[in-house]
């Protein structure tokens, strides 16, 4: 806030639908501090990928990354929502978590 000031400073909540790792928390955490300190607060999504019907291109390069072939069963497969989401998708996901 210091550097930048208070009206460009914000500081982001991540849209996750599955739990795991501390991210509830670090959630929980920021928008703590977003009221405290009165700073804006973002909720944004992990995006891989721009459309939604581009996640067999991204399990083909995942695939590659893994040095897999798409038909292994052991391979790794995205949840689907890595895409860039729209305001309404990430307003849905919100009151889920």
């Known amino acids: 806030m210091e550097l ?3 009206k460009d400073c914000y ?3 991540i849209v996750q639908d599955k739990p795991g790792g501390n991210i509830q928390e670090v959630n929980k955490q920021m928008l703590s501090l ?5 700073i ?3 909720c944004s999504g992990d ?3 721009i459309y ?3 996640l067999q291109t991204f399990e083909i390069a995942l695939a590659i990354k893994d040095s897999k ?11 689907g929502k890595r895409h860039l989401q729209s305001e309404e998708e990430i307003r849905k996901r919100l009151k889920k978590s």
């Open 4 to 6: 930048f000031g208070k």
């Open 11 to 13: 500081l982001s909540r």
């Open 34 to 38: 977003a009221e405290t300190h009165q």
């Open 40 to 42: 804006d607060l973002v």
């Open 47 to 49: 995006t891989h990928y």
């Open 52 to 54: 939604a019907n581009d």
């Open 69 to 79: 072939r798409i038909y292994d069963t052991d391979r790794r497969h995205a949840d």
